[in-house]
């Protein structure tokens, strides 16, 4: 138990670490973009007829530091800003601040990404332990292709047919905003069904081309199971069809178990394509309109967040593992 | 140093050409065991062959005509034209050479930069391992395709060479962290503690004798991150966060969606299916060509018994 929270304190130490060098990676490529996006905006607030020392202010409640003062003062002011999570002020959403715009798209990316991942993983597990213990007849080739072939195509093409297919070809679908404009926001049913029913295509893109994925791993993970000498034994002993396929895939799930958390992380930035074919308002969607606004607050902010999601996912899945895996318990 | 030399005897280089030539030879029989591997095959080579004589085939400046704005489908337009009347057939195949130069030199890239790093953190260990892994997970962390549109900000993408080595500083990570774990275990084999004793140099073990017994591996990772390569940087484009003016799948793609409403007006559709068909074929002939590799580097697969 002692080592266990000291491995857990030097793993949150180290994430902090890895979010500050993110931190200063974002810090300093805002600072050597061509044209200089903070002197830029500077020069255009004494445009509009800002006194120097005003515009001075307004840059640094943007950027969180002052222009002109020396690099490493306007870099350490930067990451004490970050420290009391204070990201800046947005530059096209004239002052709103940066956390409040991304707190807001994160819980989009987060439905619409978990609701596909969960379905994903149910389906492309199941499709894999079927298609690893049959993999000699027709159904279990069939499976096993469906899987590479879902698994190649690139998620854009996916979202780009499936929005063809659903709505133009065959116009059952919404396309192109979360949710109908026309009804009032709000916890009543016609609202909730139209989120829904805007929700069908992102989650079936995002859930598809990760189908393949799970599907291959698990057939492979349960291969690599049924050679092992414990299987061997399960049939010598004479044990049931069910019984087998159950400690087969007892076992074949834990390495997916680690990927299925790590995924957690990775699908804050995982849903670009799919955000941007819908119009979904997510983080990815937002880090894509920040850079098209030259939006640099929001962009930072953003990455950041992804990035931060991650970290924290890599931390608890590390945990979550050695808590499953009674192998790795110590 | 001269007795040294005369150690490694010529017929241990010549089993190493002849392992060569049957691993050849074992590869052509899995790529043919199977009508589909074939036919991967024949679709790699043939988009192969599209990137490198495609552009040659067209003048640099393509066609427009102003009569023929979203013509349909046609024997002199095959894939119909875009918004200026360029047939949509000259777009997909002088933008080969970008898509496909882009993703192969990502992939190289991403191979060269694991494995070098993974093979000198596996066999030198201490400190040279600890910053290595540090940076690893640095790379492995940072999640990469929002990283690469972080980056479209201040990197110019209007050569292969630069996307590509973008790709593969994105993308080395994973490829670092397998070969350093192979190299760690071989590193303590009977034949590099021999070469260890004759007085070779570190450098010489690493790439003579421990190298070659990861390239298998590596020749594996180099055909998968060519996938990963073509998805991102087409995807880079479709998402307009980079300039356009090159060519590319990408482009078309973003044009067909975001500009001509390829979505909703049928005239425009042409435009927009045929980046996307390219896409499909070229990833259809990929997945069933991996299903060979598979085999030849995966014994384990193989279904005779």
């Given amino acids: 138990m002692k080592d266990f929270s000291i491995r857990l304190i030097w793993r949150i130490f ?3 670490i890895m979010v500050l060098v993110v931190a200063s990676l974002t810090f300093f490529l805002v600072r050597m973009m061509p044209g200089n996006p903070v002197d830029a905006q500077y020069n255009q607030l004494i445009m509009q007829g800002m006194t120097p020392v005003q515009a ?34 947005s530059v096209s959403y004239e002052g709103v601040s940066v956390s409040h715009i991304i707190l807001n798209a994160a819980p989009w990316t987060l439905i619409l990404v978990f609701t596909g991942l969960v379905a994903s993983f149910l389906i492309g597990v199941l499709a894999g332990v079927i298609a690893a213990i049959k993999r000699s007849s027709p159904m279990g080739t069939t499976l096993t292709i469906s899987g590479s072939l879902l698994h190649g195509v690139p998620q854009f093409v996916m979202g780009l047919l499936l929005a063809y297919v659903f709505t133009t070809l065959w116009p059952i679908l919404p396309f192109g905003a979360p949710y109908d404009s026309s009804i ?39 291969i690599t199971v049924l050679g092992d000498d414990f299987i061997l034994a399960s049939e010598i002993r004479g044990l049931k069809a069910a019984t087998r396929v159950r400690y087969i895939a007892h076992n074949a799930i834990l390495p997916l178990f680690t990927l299925f958390t790590l995924s957690i992380g990775f699908m804050f930035g995982g849903s670009v394509f799919i955000e941007n074919i819908f119009d979904y308002p997510g983080l990815g969607n937002l880090l894509l309109k920040s850079i098209d606004a030259r939006d640099y607050p929001l962009m930072s902010g953003a990455f950041l967040l992804i990035t931060i999601a991650v970290i924290i996912s890599n931390i608890v899945t590390d945990f979550l593992y050695s808590m499953v895996d009674p192998r790795i318990r110590r | 140093m001269n007795a040294e030399r005369s150690i490694q005897s010529p017929k241990l280089y010549k089993t190493a050409a002849q392992s060569k030539q049957s691993f050849l030879k074992t590869a052509w029989k899995a790529i043919i065991r199977k009508k589909s591997r ?31 704005i979203y013509a349909p489908i046609s024997w002199k337009y095959l894939l119909g034209t875009d918004f200026e009347g360029t047939s949509n057939l000259a777009l997909i195949i002088t933008g080969a050479r970008y898509v496909l130069l882009a993703a192969a030199l990502g992939a190289l890239f991403t191979v060269i930069f694991g494995t070098v790093l993974g093979l000198i953190a596996g066999y030198f260990v201490g400190w040279s391992d600890s910053i290595i892994m540090r940076v690893t997970d640095l790379f492995l962390t940072v999640p990469s395709f929002p990283l690469l549109v972080v980056l479209s900000t201040v990197w110019n993408f209007g050569q292969p060479l630069a996307m590509g080595f973008v790709l593969g500083i994105t993308g080395w990570g994973g490829m670092a962290r397998a070969v350093r774990s192979q190299t760690l275990s071989l590193r ?39 996938t990963g390569c073509i998805y991102a940087e087409v995807g880079l484009f479709f998402l307009g966060v980079v300039p356009f003016h ?16 390829a979505m909703s007006s049928p005239t425009a559709l042409p435009y927009l299916l045929s980046p996307l068909l390219a896409l499909l074929i070229l990833t259809l002939g990929i997945v069933l060509f991996l299903d060979a590799i598979d085999e030849i580097f995966n014994p384990r697969l193989r279904e005779d018994v």
């Fill in chain 1, 14 to 16: 180290s994430g902090i």
């Fill in chain 1, 184 to 222: 009032a926001a709000g916890f009543n049913l016609p609202f909730v069904s139209s989120l829904i029913s805007h929700a069908v295509l992102p989650v079936a893109t995002y859930a598809l081309s990760s189908y393949g994925g799970w599907l291959l791993t698990m057939k492979s993970s349960v």
């Fill in chain 2, 188 to 226: 303590e084999r009977g034949f590099v503690e021999a070469a260890k004793g004759l007085g070779l140099s570190p450098f010489y073990i690493l790439f003579r004798e421990i190298l070659p017994n990861v390239s298998s591996y590596i020749g594996m990772n180099l055909l998968t991150s060519i």
């Fill in chain 2, 38 to 68: 074939f036919a991967g095959f024949i679709i790699i080579l043939f988009f192969t062959l599209m990137a490198i004589i495609g552009p040659n085939l067209y003048p640099k400046e393509l066609p427009i005509d102003s009569n023929a």
């Fill in chain 2, 246 to 261: 090159v060519n590319n799948w990408g482009v078309m793609l973003n044009m067909a969606v975001f500009s001509a409403g």
């Fill in chain 1, 56 to 89: 001075q202010n307004q840059v640094r409640v943007m950027y969180g530091f002052i222009p002109h003062s020396s690099l490493a003062s306007q870099y350490m002011t930067y990451i004490a800003n970050l420290l009391r999570l204070n990201l800046g002020q």
